[in-house]
């Protein structure tokens, strides 16, 4: 197991983070696709797209705790998490949400929440790409002791 110091010293693994981010939000949209487009029910149609919604609210989380950076992703993934609530809520609302896209009342809600939910995500995601130029500019501060006393050692970007 690598040390919390020891991973500070590495620059996050981009390439993987994003590659995990993207599949985090892509196999759940694929598989609630395919449950939606194949339920016969309401409820099994609504499961297939908080299935997929889900996916959308956890890839930008995903991708910024890959590259060690929690706060940022929870920051990224609050928006599509918020969204995935409002689709929630309309779906509470009326549970034929998918049925009664003809009607505007409905169909501008539903678009709009999914329209967020996708830009959000894959802003999150994008912004992963990101991580290895933060990481190269950040500002290390390192405690030195010596014989003759000690002292702290500032290095990076300031």
Do not use: C, Y
Not at 25 to 54: F, H, K, Q, Y
Not at 118 to 123: C, E, F, K, M, T
């Amino acid at each position: 197991m690598v040390s919390q110091a020891a991973r500070a010293e590495e620059a996050p693994p981009v390439g993987v983070a994003i590659a995990v981010g993207v599949a985090t939000a892509l196999v759940p949209l694929a598989v609630g696709s395919m449950i939606v487009a194949g339920a016969e029910t309401d409820r099994s149609r609504n499961g297939g797209l908080l299935l997929a919604m889900n996916g959308l609210a956890l890839a930008p989380v995903m991708t910024h705790l890959i590259e060690g950076e929690r706060g940022r992703g929870l920051v990224f993934g609050a928006v599509p998490f918020a969204a995935m609530v409002a689709m929630a809520a309309l779906m509470l609302d009326r549970p034929q949400v998918i049925n009664d896209l003809g009607f505007p009342s409905v169909r501008l809600p539903f678009g709009a929440i999914l329209i967020v939910a996708v830009l959000a995500s894959g802003g999150g995601i994008a912004d992963g790409f990101l991580a290895g130029e933060r990481w190269r500019k950040r500002v290390n501060v390192m405690p030195v002791a010596l014989p003759g006393g000690g002292g702290i050692v500032i290095g990076g970007s300031l």
